[in-house]
């Protein structure tokens, strides 16, 4: 009885190594290629399978979703010499598992020696600062190299991306003192431009002082002209006046003799100021003359006292 034990387990064991070799359940993001004695027989779909053991069997299993493939860092040249690390992601997806299965021996080693291949082509081509500023263009070149290269693999490359572009330390620093003499030098160009603006903005004001103060200058000399104008215009209107009135007078009766006593009167009172004032004795040179119209007045006077009618009329100072 004590073999009844092991020849059941071994019939169990069978059983399951049976079962797996008939039956094959396929998941739903998996495709498995069948060969029947080492032949292709055909593309598993998701679902459930029925294989003839020991004729056919899953010879290749593929994941059908999308994948990500990391790039290791690898170093290249651009097109200045200067060395640079660059890395990057590959993201592709199997359209035939056929072609991925005898198309290719390992596609992924392949996708990634090809983005490494094409990646270094591209790097070459550009220099150091179009690196960083086109990094698009570059990843749609791969992708477009890579794509045309794959296509007898059964696999489509959906995107690569650069993820790192990494300088040597030593061009690192050559481009720290780059961006610092470039920083410094906006810095100086923003200071002067703001110096200049000023300077600009200070003659600016200065010279709309001068205009305002010329304008104020001009005005005020129009204002006083104005008024010296308007003065003149005054005094000749009452020197006319003044005139005319005496000319009025001198043709009333009596009016020649109001003027010339007036006449004498004015003389008498400049010539006493200077008298009065003057530190040497003053004789006037027209004594007789003054003498005659003194009498001449006189003479007038009593013609016309003894005359009717009015009087002389005294002009005032």
């Given amino acids: 009885m004590d073999w009844i034990f092991p020849l059941f387990t071994v019939a169990f064991v069978a059983t399951l190594f049976f079962l797996s070799r008939t039956f094959i359940v396929v998941p739903m993001r998996q495709n498995v290629i069948k060969e029947r004695v080492g032949k292709f027989d055909g593309v598993l779909k998701p679902g459930f399978h029925f294989l003839i053991p020991f004729v056919d069997r899953a010879a290749y299993v593929h994941e059908m979703r999308e994948q990500v493939i990391d790039i290791p860092p690898q170093t290249c ?24 299965s005898y198309g290719i021996g390992n596609y992924k080693l392949a996708s990634i020696n090809l983005a490494q291949t094409t990646m270094r082509s591209e790097i070459g081509k550009l220099s150091l600062d179009e690196t960083f500023v086109e990094r698009e263009i570059i990843n749609d070149n791969i992708v477009r190299e890579i794509d045309k290269a794959s296509e007898p693999w059964g696999i489509k490359m959906i995107r690569y991306e650069i993820r790192n572009i990494t300088p040597s330390r030593r061009v690192i620093e050559t481009m720290e003192k780059q961006m610092e003499a470039e920083r410094q030098k906006r810095a100086a160009i923003t200071v002067s431009a703001g110096q200049r603006e000023a300077k600009i903005q200070i003659s600016e004001g200065e010279r709309q002082e001068a205009v305002n103060l010329s304008q104020g200058e001009k005005q005020r000399r129009i204002n006083e002209a104005d008024g010296q104008a308007a003065e003149i215009r005054l005094i000749a209107e009452a020197q006319s006046e003044g005139i005319r009135m005496i ?18 009167e004015q003389y008498l009172g400049e010539l006493g100021r200077i008298l009065q004032h003057a530190q040497v004795s003053v004789v006037p040179t027209q004594a007789a003359g003054v003498r005659a119209l003194l009498e001449g007045v006189s003479q007038m006077a009593n013609k016309i006292g003894g005359a009717p009618g009015p009087g002389p009329t005294k002009l005032g100072k």
């Fill in 247 to 264: 000319a009025d007078a001198i043709q009333k009766p009596g009016g020649e003799l109001a003027v010339r006593t007036q006449l004498v």
């Fill in 77 to 100: 040249i651009t097109r200045d010499n200067i060395q640079v690390d660059v890395d990057g992601i590959v993201y592709l997806k199997v359209m035939d598992p056929t072609k991925a």
